[in-house]
């Protein structure tokens, strides 16, 4: 009978859901990584090609974050404007008014705005054409394999597309800029009075994560939302909680609501799911194949599925490095090594030729030396005596 009730209640545990079910995702793709390590958590179609939207604006902020300094004053210029269809995000700058960098960033963040961003494009890079060079460049830098970027805003171009993991690593690289992340966690701003505008320009982000009340158990940080009918709902979240620190990057997704959704979905996969392990080299058996030894050094820190122990990983040597992965293979973090090599038995003899000969040669010096001395005293007796004779 026990058995019986035993067998019913793990029944009706797994029924109410698998403790180690999989986040279901209805975007066309996303990825969810460790912020600081880059390790990625759970991916969908993260290596497809799709257009980025609004979210492209994160690379044009860190941009002008590392270039730019936020009080310098911007004059708007026609091209800047003229370029942005008006039935697209903007905050209506006029030609010639000037605002500071600071104003644009926010903008761009909070609102999306198009203007903005081709106003910071030109201040660092003199036009939108020279600013998109240097996006790809930097891009690359950051580890980006299969993106292009054609403009500041993310207006939609054929040519400008990215991938949820590509995008990953722009997040997480310009996470590592103090000023990038104060804008990126703002949530309100203001733009006063300019030269060319009587009204003040009232500023809120968003992205509901970061202010909607029923979002606060995510512990959000920061984030950027965006959409064009190509596109659709792209968007790109950070945040913080258990320990953990997460970015996920959503890209087309059909509808708000589900951009969002699934958003939520792999960020409490990624909180509640994992734990932070830990692995120290002086752990782990150094690796030896004939004359060569590897030996692990550091420690490296990842976080493992609960699905798994310690006990499931599999420690592998490629490429004079450590490769820690599950069961499947897929590999969850890598340590470096030190490699030893053994001498062979000739180079042993050469070792030993060598250091008998060299003992040999500085024998023979020394008793050249000694001999000479010795010669050089037996004169110096010789000269003596003669000297004496004369006397």
Known sequence: MKKILALILVTMFLLSGNVFAKPAISSGACILIDAETGQILYSQNANERMYPASITKLLTIYLACEKGKPGDIITVSKNAVDSVPRDTSNIALDYGEKITVEDAICAAMLMSANDAANVLAEYVSGSTEEFAKLMNKTANEMGVKNSNFVNPSGLHNEEHYTTAYDFAMIVKSALANDKFMEYFSSQEY????????????????????????QYAPLNVIGGKSGYTSQAMFTLVTYGEKNGKKLITVVLNSQTFTDVYKDTQTLLEYGYNDFEKVVIKSENIQPYTEGRVTLTPKGTVTFLLDKEYTEDDLNFNYKDEKLNISLPDGFVIATMSTDKTVKPSVFQKVIKTIGIVLVSAIVLVVLLIICFLKIENNKKKKRDRKKKFLYK
Do not use: A, C, L, S
């Open 190 to 213: 203001t733009i006063g009075t300019t030269n060319k505008k009587d009204e003040t320009r009232y500023m809120v982000t968003q992205h509901r994560m970061m202010h909607w009340p």
